[in-house]
């Protein structure tokens, strides 16, 4: 299973985005070849051998009020392209903070915690191997953030080695050279215009968002939500955490003299 990563918007209190959005799309191995060539070819069909298009560009209101045929047909025809797939993806909604949120040195940000967590479910759920996380490369620090946090909360906290089902070596990648990332970037944009045009709390009022709600409903039946065993708590594949970015577990990493007593816990208990 491959599992492509992409943020719209930071959490950050400066960022212009209202709702920034942290979105996986976990595509199967095996479908990654007749994808990538129908990207390539529906691409090509539209824009001919012009370089990538970032979702700022194509999800927009110009792509209907300036009737930009092109950009429009492109977004539909990705998002039609997955839907004919057995993919799932998993989103996490965000409210533009108040204040800059501390992360505490190699910690995992909340909203990267819980993108893996939906992942390691639907892999547990369906029993299917190791996932690979794939993100849309930043800049170095950045990334090399992300790539430390990740695999310190894989191997060193006692919920992260709970975790079976991720593969404990993220990828960067750029989306202009790895075409399937180009998903995560598009439907991550999609999302963040979904809420932040407050569509899952009224009617559509305009032609855009009339498109953008219908492009959500076609993602929205890709998702799945996690229902908690010995619970009644269902954590849902299109998760709202609004402002709360405090970490919903206790990461204390383990030392090697702990590490020959923890016993990880089971997250499906």
């Known amino acids: 299973m491959l599992t492509f990563i992409d943020e719209s918007g930071y959490p950050r209190p400066t960022d212009s985005t209202k709702n920034p959005i942290l979105l996986g799309v976990c595509i199967h191995e095996n479908d990654i070849k007749p994808i990538t060539n129908q990207i390539y070819k529906l691409k090509d069909s539209i824009y001919g051998k012009q370089d990538e298009i970032k979702s700022t560009k194509l999800i927009r209101e110009a792509t209907i009020t300036k009737n930009r045929t092109k950009n429009k047909t492109y977004v539909e025809g990705m998002v039609d392209i997955i839907s004919s797939y057995d993919a799932a993806i998993f989103a996490v909604i965000m409210d533009r903070p108040d204040e800059s949120i501390i992360v505490p040195e190699h910690h995992l940000p909340k909203q990267y915690y819980l ?18 996380m794939i993100f849309d490369e930043v800049h170095e620090d950045a990334d090399r953030k992300i790539a430390e946090a990740t695999t310190r909360f894989l191997f060193k906290t006692k919920f992260g080695r709970s975790f079976h089902h991720i593969l404990e070596m993220p990828l960067f990648v750029s989306s202009a050279v790895t075409p399937a990332v180009q998903f995560a970037d598009i439907f991550a944009g999609i999302v963040r215009h979904y809420y932040e045009n407050e569509l899952d709390q009224k009617e559509t009022e305009t032609e855009f ?32 955490i609004g402002k709360n970015f405090s970490y919903p577990v206790n990461e204390k990493l383990i030392t090697s003299e702990e590490d020959s007593t923890e016993e990880s816990i089971d997250i499906f208990e």
Not at 115 to 132: D, I, P, Q, S, W
């Open 115 to 132: 993108l893996l967590k939906k992942v390691e479910f639907y892999c547990n759920h369906h029993h299917y191997g190791k996932a690979m």
């Open 209 to 240: 968002q009339k498109w953008i709600a219908e492009l959500f409903s076609k993602l929205y039946k890709l998702t799945e939500n996690n229902y908690i065993p010995r619970s009644h708590y269902v954590e849902y594949g299109f998760q709202k």
